[in-house]
């Protein structure tokens, strides 16, 4: 394993510091100083998305390891603090009535869209087939990062609620749009798959119908 590659396998566990942190905050009678501790760890670990790309293709030591594990990083990442936005999220209608309904179902939207997506990926991967994140998938975690560290300084004032929800409603339709266009980009490797899998339902049908 390379250096990009085990900063990538950091950046994975750095999410759990962070997420005690937001928990802890509405646990012990610190809240600002937890929240504002949890937005900087969360922030430092977006930050190394870039960190470890850059060495990887600085030391030419891009690997298909690499590319698997960089956007499964960037989903885990945002996946859980969604999740834990969503428990204190009626913070949220200080905004606007149902405003954490609305964030909820967005974020159900964007975990949804990852969860398609690693499947998919882990489905081309036992093809042999690494499918690398895009520009446009690179563009919507940048809005998502940003809206979550925002967002978990909601709690702190309306600037931060505001903000926080403007930005994530752009990540949440890029996160749409940008998984549109992956599968379209893929299309060929996802046919492919979806043969083969109709191919498997055939199979299991004759064997039982014998």
Known sequence: MNLATKITVVRIFLIFPAAILYILAFVLPYMK????ACCVTFSVLCATDFVDGTIARKTKTVSNLGKFLD???????????LFLLMWKSSVFDAV???ASLVFSLLAGLVVSRE????IF??????????LAADVFGKIKTIFLDVAVAVMILSPLG????YAGQIIFYAGAILAIVSGLHYILKNRNVFSEIKEELDEMKK????????
Not at 115 to 118: D, E, F, K, N, Y
Not at 205 to 210: K, L, M, Q
């Open 33 to 36: 100083a937890m929240l504002i």
């Open 71 to 81: 956007p499964l990083a960037d989903k885990v990442v945002v996946v859980i603090m």
């Open 121 to 130: 990926r882990t489905l081309a991967a036992n093809k042999g087939v690494v």
């Open 158 to 161: 309306n600037f931060y609620n």
């Open 115 to 118: 969860l398609i997506i690693g």
């Open 96 to 98: 606007y009535p149902y």
């Open 203 to 210: 199979s299991e049908f004759d064997v039982d119908g014998d």
